[in-house]
């Protein structure tokens, strides 16, 4: 079983990575600490009993369903803000509908204004993982930044070897093109 | 080493490097995650057993636990006291109304037998103890 120290421990050394994950998939700060939060307490109230060895793909698992989770009651949300909106929409006539577009609008030019060349690189980097594909982005960071085999990347996300093996393959040659484009060479 | 996993590794030392420069607010808000999520850890293990009390390694000496049971029934006794006191109390209550209530019933008598009160004496209680009264400040 787990002591409090290898909890901790283990928490402490894949909640950053949690947190950036979470940012690449939902785009907000806010949100991906909560996901974060969330799955930290999910992995300590039921699984915190757990061998310390088992910890690891429980809480790849874990983190990668609180965001699926997030998805899905966004859409629930978004479905009905959609339907009220469009109840009141005729209530506010001096609403700019281009308001709502701009927190999804292109963020390459934040990166810019950093004066270290490396940390714009990061930035850049990050930028282009946060837009893949919400698959792609999974399989990829799985297996290269969680160092996850493929079968072990096939379990987090529950599906098959091949499928994630392809979605790797595409978000490498996505990635390399989209860094390529904006100059980047690693 | 194929390409694909040579940009992948470069790509995570990027991705290190930036997850290494969080702001401290959120660096402090993952901590306090972290700090609430071990307050709820998860334990099951061996249900707690209650040990033995400690016993002195000296042959003979009476152990703490005996010593506990020789002086217990004092510290029980200490809810049993007031009760018990309660029904002296109520005992000695009775005995001395039951004697109020003879000694009257007896001048009553008394008061009936030289005629010196009606018989309807015995249904009027303010009579009895004036009787009564009266017997104790002759005596």
Same mark, same amino acid.
């Given at each position: 079983?787990?002591?409090r120290?290898?909890?901790?421990e283990?928490?402490a050394?894949?909640?950053?990575?949690?947190?950036?994950?979470a940012?690449?998939?939902?785009?907000?700060?806010?949100?991906?600490?909560?996901?974060?939060?969330d799955?930290?307490?999910?992995?300590a109230?039921n699984?915190g009993?757990?061998p310390?060895?088992?910890?690891?793909?429980?809480?790849?698992?874990?983190?990668?369903?609180?965001i699926?989770?997030?998805?899905?009651r966004?859409k629930?949300r978004?479905t009905?803000?959609?339907?009220?909106?469009?109840?009141?929409?005729?209530?506010?006539p001096?609403?700019?509908p281009?308001?709502?577009?701009?927190?999804?609008?292109?963020?390459?030019?934040?990166?810019?204004e950093?004066?270290?060349?490396?940390?714009?690189? !990061?930035?850049?980097?990050?930028?282009? !993982?946060?837009r893949l594909p919400?698959?792609?982005?999974?399989?990829?960071?799985?297996?290269y930044?969680?160092?996850?085999?493929t079968a072990e990347?096939?379990a987090?996300?529950g599906?098959?070897?091949?499928? !994630?093996?392809?979605?790797c393959s595409?978000?490498t040659?996505?990635?390399?093109?989209?860094?390529?484009e904006?100059? !980047?060479t690693l | 080493?194929?390409n694909?996993?040579?940009f992948?590794?470069?790509?995570?030392?990027?991705?290190?490097?930036?997850?290494?420069?969080?702001?401290?607010r959120?660096? =402090?808000?993952? @901590?306090?995650?972290?700090?609430?999520?071990?307050?709820?850890?998860?334990?099951t293990?061996p249900?707690?057993?209650?040990?033995?009390?400690?016993?002195?390694?000296t042959?003979g000496?009476?152990?703490?636990d @005996?010593?506990?049971?020789?002086w217990?029934w004092?510290?029980?006794?200490?809810?049993?006291t007031? =009760?018990?006191?309660l029904?002296?109390?109520?005992?000695a209550?009775?005995h001395?109304?039951e004697e109020?209530e003879?000694?009257?019933?007896a001048a009553?008598?008394f008061a009936v037998? =030289?005629?010196d009160?009606p018989? @309807?004496?015995?249904?009027?209680?303010?009579f009895?103890?004036?009787?009564?009264?009266e017997?104790?400040? @002759?005596r």
């Amino acid at each position: 079983m787990a002591t409090r120290e290898e909890l901790s421990e283990f928490l402490a050394g894949v909640e950053r990575r949690a947190f950036k994950q979470a940012v690449f998939a939902v785009r907000d700060e806010s949100h991906a600490l909560d996901i974060v939060q969330d799955a930290m307490m999910k992995i300590a109230e039921n699984y915190g009993d757990r061998p310390a060895a088992e910890l690891p793909p429980l809480f790849t698992r874990i983190l990668q369903n609180t965001i699926h989770d997030f998805f899905r009651r966004s859409k629930v949300r978004s479905t009905w803000v959609t339907l009220f909106s469009s109840l009141t929409s005729e209530d506010d006539p001096d609403a700019d509908p281009l308001e709502t577009l701009e927190a999804s609008g292109d963020t390459r030019t934040e990166s810019t204004e950093t004066s270290y060349q490396r940390e714009q690189i !990061v930035a850049i980097i990050e930028e282009e !993982v946060a837009r893949l594909p919400a698959r792609q982005r999974e399989a990829f960071l799985l297996r290269y930044w969680e160092d996850l085999d493929t079968a072990e990347a096939a379990a987090a996300m529950g599906c098959s070897e091949g499928s !994630v093996k392809t979605h790797c393959s595409r978000a490498t040659h996505a990635l390399a093109k989209a860094l390529r484009e904006r100059g !980047v060479t690693l | 080493m194929n390409n694909q996993d040579e940009f992948g590794i470069r790509i995570r030392q990027a991705l290190n490097d930036g997850a290494e420069r969080l702001d401290y607010r959120t660096v =402090l808000r993952l @901590e306090q995650a972290r700090t609430a999520a071990l307050a709820r850890q998860r334990r099951t293990g061996p249900a707690t057993v209650r040990l033995p009390a400690l016993r002195l390694a000296t042959a003979g000496a009476p152990s703490i636990d @005996e010593d506990r049971g020789a002086w217990g029934w004092l510290r029980g006794a200490g809810w049993v006291t007031p =009760l018990l006191a309660l029904a002296i109390g109520f005992v000695a209550i009775s005995h001395w109304q039951e004697e109020l209530e003879i000694e009257r019933l007896a001048a009553l008598d008394f008061a009936v037998l =030289l005629d010196d009160g009606p018989l @309807e004496a015995y249904a009027d209680q303010g009579f009895g103890v004036l009787l009564q009264a009266e017997r104790r400040s @002759e005596r």
